[in-house]
Nanobody
Framework: HVQLQASGGGLVQPGGSLTLSCVASGFTRGDYAIGWFRQAPGKEREWISCIRSYGGDTAYADSVKGRFSISRDKNTVYLQMNSLKSEDTAVYSC?????????????????WGRGTQVTVSS
């Protein structure tokens, strides 16, 4: 069955960097999108980035554009987070969509992994 496992969270000072990993398993379809999301206490879940398996197309939310970078190596997707701010504090999780590549990153996510906590504080 489809599984996603996010890891790499932790405590980091403002201005610091952190890299999250999302390992996807349990499926053989080659065309998919992996998205990263975050949810801060008392706030709604926010989509922050996506990468397609075919072509490597990526997309970012305005809130992280220029600071975060998404990449993929086989079945692992990374989220490099730089210049972290206190408002980046949240639980980060990843999800997979099997909607075709024609949809780019504008897809509905079907399977979700458990999140990893990122805390940005001095």
């Amino acid at each position: 069955h489809v599984q996603l496992q996010a890891s790499g969270g932790g405590l980091v000072q403002p201005g610091g960097s952190l890299t999250l990993s999302c390992v996807a398993s349990g499926f053989t379809r080659g065309d998919y999108a992996i998205g990263w999301f975050r949810q801060a206490p008392g706030k709604e879940r926010e989509w922050i980035s996506c990468i397609r398996s075919y072509g490597g197309d990526t997309a970012y939310a305005d809130s992280v554009k220029g600071r975060f970078s998404i990449s993929r190596d086989k079945n692992t997707v990374y989220l490099q987070m730089n210049s972290l701010k206190s408002e980046d504090t949240a639980v980060y999780s990843c999800a997979v969509s099997f909607w075709g590549s024609a949809f780019g990153c504008y897809v509905e996510y079907e399977y979700w992994g458990r999140g990893t906590q990122v805390t940005v504080s001095s």
